[in-house]
T-cell receptor
Framework: KAGVTQTPRYLIKTRGQQVTLSCSPISGHRSVSWYQQTPGQGLQFLFEYFSETQRNKGNFPGRFSGRQFSNSRSEMNVSTLELGDSALYLC???????????????FGPGTRLLVL | GQNIDQPTEMTATEGAIVQINCTYQTSGFNGLFWYQQHAGEAPTFLSYNVLDGLEEKGRFSSFLSRSKGYSYLLLKELQMKDSASYLCAVRDSGGYNKLIFGAGTRLAVHP
């Protein structure tokens, strides 16, 4: 079974621009979560999508948004980029069986974003 | 608030045993995960605990005490390839798949 894939793997943008990152989950997985990883803050939860609906959100500004398509693929968008948005953006997929289930998230390789 | 603490760095010798501790204070709890992350790579799942006690999986074991807000990951028969960061993460009880991560413990295994 193919793992989680993310595109692009590397990206360089300048301040003020916007960026869209893509994530394709493992086949059969319906939940996609996004995380930001930086050396200073570690891994931080951005949001989770299940059945095309955002069902959880972390503490990030509204410049960070996402969506999920009917085939479970997900995109996240960051508008008006700031230098501090430079990070590794990871997506993770899981079955999406719901609360209380022994559900494991599997991470993709990430997109490394550099904002200049 | 949400707080997960792990040691920043540890070193160990090939063939030895190492224990990486994790303490947590979170508003909710629905399981604790350990992930391994090699430099420049994605985190990979190691173990999951939701009930108190020890879960063993080959060379890796993980322990949980919910009353103490404490977990540890035990790595036996260390190999050079075990040099990596080990991430402790708590799943928020209200948040489906929302994981709250500790900063990670960088383990260096020496010959």
């Amino acid at each position: 079974k193919a793992g989680v894939t993310q595109t692009p793997r590397y990206l360089i943008k300048t301040r003020g621009q916007q960026v869209t990152l893509s994530c394709s989950p493992i086949s059969g997985h319906r939940s996609v979560s996004w995380y930001q990883q930086t050396p200073g803050q570690g891994l931080q939860f951005l949001f989770e999508y299940f059945s095309e609906t955002q069902r959880n959100k972390g503490n990030f500004p509204g410049r960070f948004s996402g969506r999920q398509f009917s085939n479970s693929r997900s995109e996240m968008n960051v508008s008006t980029l700031e230098l501090g948005d430079s990070a590794l953006y990871l997506c993770a997929s899981s079955l999406g069986a719901g609360q209380g289930a022994k559900e494991t998230q599997y991470f993709g390789p990430g997109t490394r974003l550099l904002v200049l | 608030g949400q707080n997960i603490d792990q040691p920043t760095e540890m070193t160990a010798t090939e063939g030895a045993i190492v224990q990486i501790n994790c303490t947590y204070q979170t508003s909710g709890f629905n399981g604790l995960f350990w992930y391994q992350q090699h430099a420049g790579e994605a985190p990979t799942f190691l173990s999951y605990n939701v009930l108190d006690g020890l879960e063993e999986k080959g060379r890796f074991s993980s322990f949980l005490s919910r009353s103490k807000g404490y977990s540890y990951l035990l790595l036996k028969e260390l190999q050079m390839k075990d040099s990596a960061s080990y991430l402790c993460a708590v799943r928020d009880s209200g948040g489906y798949n929302k994981l709250i991560f500790g900063a990670g413990t960088r383990l260096a295994v020496h010959p």
